[in-house]
């Protein structure tokens, strides 16, 4: 009787809140409304584009504060000037700079995005920043794209999830995020121009479910669109992107906002959805689309008054959810707090990757070490100020060799070379420096290998800067730049005990290296912490639990998108004729072997997975599915699992991969301890795009669940029936 009794109350304050909640809503609606109809349509347009950089005018005479934005996907930009791209010489605006979205997908752990997104909220609100412009849910479709460090994964559910909880954390702070860059951004050359073409399933299994996801999950309040084309029309004034699927699919009543300069038109632009024009160049700001001749679109019919009310709407509704009209109840917000720091700490030790530890090299014993050699420009190198738009001006940035002399110098030697030199030159839009980078200073090399012979063990880190992982520009292969493979090659023989760590943040080729070394880390741009992280980790301080977020092929003709000479394309047109198979659903399906699968990442320890059972065997099409099984830490050291669910349909109607993920979890054990793990899959994410249909089909028949910790490295399977 308690429990009913329990559960009605519990019914009771829930529907109570509920009602709370569409009341306050309405109430915001009406003023809303009622500010609209004290402006001027002068007024109402200013509020509808850029007065600077990276503001946007205000109604001080009806209280609505101008508006700011920053770039800062992983930390806040830096200050510059209202009217130019120069920085303005502040003191006060050194940033926590925390991995890229690489890394964090890394982690495969949603709880450290929602970390970093409250860290983020709070720095913004102490830099008076009302929209933050990120997170990228961009999916990596090629590894040559230069903002693959940004964005995430070539998975739809892994960005999802960690985008999620990145946005909630940040909103909930009174920061709006600004999701990007819709639609279809998967490549740096030609994108103010190419034209993208994907079939309806690609868009919809493929590139839409991380931004469907950020709107009806995470409740983005800002979407930023892209500098392409989609289908034809500019993404900024594409009316099925904009009205019918993020308008009326997704719900979305936020602000539609361009990328910096994607504007084209007024009039289009203005009926397709488009709320708000950002830019760079034109400094006569009443002369921008969406600016006098907007008012002028009005005043001569062609655009409805009624279409700009709705955009002045959508706007200040983002300034009333984040608290802007009402400042007083918004926080003074923190700026790099030990708080702060500590949460880029963690996610950049969570975020690395153990590759490959052959004879167990790794963790390195410091305390029997007499000496180490420590090669590599990016031992010393720091890259947080780097990447255009995601660069930092951080209160301090720890390299690797910083972090093995603060934690080792005392009692260990420590030996540097910087075994090769950063030869090119980046210039933004124009790759041509990369070309320069590959002659290899034999010089360098020597003083590398003669430090290594006289040395107990060699780490050589390795990898790119943000020469090669930048907005703006493609890299032009996946080799390891300015003669690193020779480094290597000559150092491993000098030296067998060497340890290659590789600092970046997209796919290099790897195949010259692995045979040579017995271990391989990737540890990304790590952000302010990454020399302390990457240390931590070599010295086993820190259990690597990351996992690939992308697959790293053998060579750049095995991904799908080069494999069918699709990419950059050609006459600014790119066709995806991978259509739906990207990434590991193109390796799995047609059985190539990559470098690395999706997902794989080591660890110092064991896990032993138990027997998993599905809930019932037999599911209808609204069920969700629930697989229980135990992780067991059978090592002697902390550390923890990622297990990943995936699903395949053997028998359908059209093509389905080989497998997909559906569901994952990360569980952190101590040695010896066993946890119980559910994972839960809707039976109707099962579904295929049915593009005959124009809807998802949930076909009925048998699916086999599959449970591993790689896209290639399945535990066991177990087969389902849906009627």
């Known amino acids: 009787m308690k429990a009913f009794f329990s559960t009605v109350l519990l019914s009771m304050v829930c529907t109570s809140y509920a009602q709370e909640q569409a009341k306050a809503g309405e109430a915001t609606e009406k003023r809303i409304q009622a500010l609209i109809g004290q402006m001027t349509i002068q007024e109402k347009v200013s509020l509808l584009h850029a007065n600077s950089k990276f503001n946007v005018s205000g109604v001080k005479r009806l209280g609505i504060p101008e508006w700011a934005t920053s770039d800062g996907p992983h930390g806040v930009r830096a200050e510059v000037n209202r009217h130019d791209w120069a920085y303005a010489g502040w003191t006060n605006d050194s940033a926590t700079c925390f991995p890229p979205g690489t890394a964090l997908a890394a982690t495969w752990n949603p709880e450290l995005a929602y970390r970093q997104g409250l860290v983020l909220g709070e720095e913004a609100l102490f830099r008076k920043k009302d929209v933050l412009l990120g997170p990228g849910v961009n999916i990596i479709r090629s590894p040559l794209c230069g903002r693959n460090f940004e964005y995430m994964s070539e998975d739809p559910l892994l960005v999802s999830k960690m985008a999620v909880a990145y946005i909630k954390a940040l909103q909930s702070k009174n920061v709006a995020a600004s999701v990007k860059h819709w639609l279809a951004n998967n490549q740096e050359q030609h994108r103010d121009s190419v034209d993208v073409t ?9 590139y839409l479910p991380a931004f469907r996801a950020a709107v009806m999950e995470g409740g983005a309040y800002t979407v930023m669109a892209a500098y392409n084309r989609f289908r034809g029309e500019w993404c900024s004034e594409n009316d099925y992107l904009n009205r019918q699927i993020l ?43 969406f600016a006098n001749p907007l008012v002028k679109a009005v005043e001569e019919g062609k655009v409805p008054l009624s279409v700009v009310d709705e955009k002045v709407g959508n706007v200040l509704r983002v300034m009333f959810n984040t608290k802007m009209i009402d400042a007083h109840q918004r926080e003074k917000g923190k700026m790099n707090t030990r708080d702060h720091q500590q949460a880029a700490y963690h996610s950049a030790a969570e975020a690395a990757v153990l590759l490959q530890n052959n004879e167990k090299l790794l963790p390195l014993q410091f305390d029997k070490l007499r000496s180490i050699a420590v090669i590599g420009d990016n031992a010393t190198r720091k890259h947080c100020s780097g990447g255009l738009s995601s660069e930092v001006k951080t209160l301090y940035e720890i390299t690797p060799l910083d972090a093995m002399q603060q934690k080792f110098g005392s009692k260990v030697k420590i030996n540097y070379a910087p075994g090769y030199e950063k030869q090119s030159t980046f210039n933004e839009g124009n790759n041509a420096g990369q070309a320069a980078a590959g002659n290899v200073n034999w010089k360098l090399i020597d003083e590398a290998v003669a430090i290594a012979r006289e040395s107990d063990v060699a780490v050589i880190f390795g990898g790119l800067n943000h020469d090669y992982d930048t907005e703006s520009s493609d890299k032009q292969n996946m080799n390891l730049p300015y003669g690193q493979e020779i480094l290597i090659r000559e150092v491993a023989k000098a030296n067998p005990k060497t340890v290659v760590v590789i600092i970046a943040g997209s796919p290099v080729e790897l195949a010259g290296i692995t045979q040579r070394v017995p271990a391989v880390l990737w540890s990304w741009f790590g952000g302010m912490e990454a020399g302390n992280a990457v240390v931590d980790v070599l010295s086993g301080k820190v259990n690597p ?13 095995q991904s799908p998108a080069h494999a069918l000479g699709n990419f950059p394309g050609s006459n600014l047109k790119v ?8 990434g590991y659903r193109w390796f799995d399906t047609k059985k190539i072997q990559p470098q690395f699968p999706f997902g794989h990442g080591l660890s110092y320890t ?17 069920d969700v599915i629930s697989v229980k099984f135990t992780v067991r830490n059978t090592g002697s050291v902390y ?32 040695p010896g301890e066993t946890k119980t793990v559910t994972l839960q899959v809707k039976v109707a994410d099962l579904a295929f795009y049915d593009e005959s249909k124009k809807a998802w089909n949930t076909e009925a028949g048998e699916y086999i669940l599959q449970l591993g910790n790689s896209s290639r490295n399945i535990f066991q399977k177990v087969k389902i029936l849906v009627k």
Request: with cysteine; hydrophobic share 40%; charged share 25%.
């Open 606 to 622: 064991h896990f032993s997975i138990g027997k998993m059972a599905a809930g019932k065997t037999v599911y209808g099409k609204n």
């Open 198 to 206: 994907m079939s309806e399933r690609a868009l919809r299994e493929i």
């Open 247 to 289: 308008r009326k699919e997704f719900g979305f009543k936020g602000v539609l906002m361009t990328d910096w300069s994607a504007a084209h038109t007024t009039v289009k632009a203005a009926l397709t959805g488009l709320d708000l024009e950002m830019g760079t160049d034109l400094k006569d700001y009443d002369q921008w689309y």
């Open 639 to 670: 550390g923890a699992e990622v297990v990943q669910l995936y699903a395949s349909d053997p028998v359908c109607t059209v093509l389905r991969p080989e497998k997909e993920l559906k569901a994952f979890e990360k569980i952190f054990l101590k």
């Open 575 to 582: 066709h995806y004729e991978e259509d739906i198979l990207v």
């Open 545 to 557: 639990s990351g996992k690939l977020p992308f697959t790293l092929p053998v060579t750049l003709s």
